[in-house]
Every structure is written in structure tokens, then in C-alpha cells.
């Protein structure tokens, strides 16, 4: 059965919530643009888990890590993003706010799907570079790397460093530490 949805301009938002309550997707805003993909299952959650295990042995009390919380565009109530994982200070656990400032986070995660185009790869980092993230981590599960992008400046990021599985994440400060790789899944073929 296929829904059709209007969308009314400057109505973004609400189609997709609307879309998300009536299918399940998540749905985001980048650009502009509904991106939509499913629940992640198996080895995409795994891999959110671990580094989220890890994470929380690390962070300071003034910190926590958060899952399903999503980050706007700033000056921009119809765009917005939603990691895997986020850090946020421990207070947007009593927040009323469904969007927090990606100002405010030390750290976004984004788990890489099997079924992602390096288009809109290239064009989620880029929503959060242009967002003020400062500090976002792309896990790659389909060929076992990853991506620490760092200090962002008109739309990019300007710090960028690759690593494969096995190598350790150097967190940059406020978060001390690092991450370990070795354990993360990856896809089957």
C-alpha cells in the first residue's frame, strides 16, 4: 500500500513526522531534502552499541551519550539530522526540545548503512559541518573504517583523519580517550 503526502511549502517538518509515524522510517532533513532509511537492524546496531558502551566509560558526569535525538540546522526548523549517536550534555535528558544545537554536541556518530550512496554520505557531513558539529565520526561497517571530521568552517570540515578497523579513534577534547575499533562488525557481502 503506498501513501501519497503532500507537502505543503514550509511544511517539511511535518511530512516527516508524518511520514515516521505512519511508517516507521527515520526520516531527516538534510538540505532540504526528506532522506529516509530504515530502523538500523543487526550489525548496524551492534556497532552503535558498542561505541556507546565505550563512550559512556569515558565521558566526564557533565556529558552522556543519546540515541534517537536529533540536531537542527540552526536558523533552520525544517532541516535537521539525526545520528545514531550523539553527545550532549547531560541535561538534554531533561530537555522538552525534540531538536538539540549541534553547537552543543561534543560528538555525532553516524553508522554508514549498507545501502548508502557516497552522495548522500558527502551530503549528511557536509549538513553537519554547515551545522557546527565539531566533532563527527563515520563508522563504515561495509569495507571496516572509519572517519573523524573536526573543526568545520564554511561547510566542511577541515580536520580530517581515516582510519581502518583495529586502529584506535583519538577523541579530540572534551571527550578523553580514544576509541577501540578491533570489535566493530562488519557487513556481510
Sequence with gaps: MTAAI??????????????????????????????????PRGKHAGAIWLLRQQLESLLPPDLRTYEVSSVAMPNDEDDYATPDLIVLPAAWADADDWLADPRDAALAVEVISNSERARGIADKTDWYATAGMAVL???????????????????????????????SVPLPAPLPGELATAELPRYGS
Design 137 to 167: 565520526l563515520a563508522v563504515d561497517p561495509r569495507n571496516g573504517t572509519w572517519t573523524l571530521y573536526t573543526h568545520p568552517r564554511d561547510g566542511s570540515y577541515q580536520g580530517v583523519l581515516h582510519g581502518t578497523y583495529g586502529e
Design 6 to 39: 503532500t507537502v505543503r511549502p514550509g511544511r517539511l517538518r511535518e511530512a516527516a513526522e508524518e511520514i515516521e509515524r505512519s511508517t516507521g522510517l527515520r526520516v531527516q532533513i538534510i538540505g532540504g531534502s526528506l532522506v529516509m532509511s530504515p530502523t
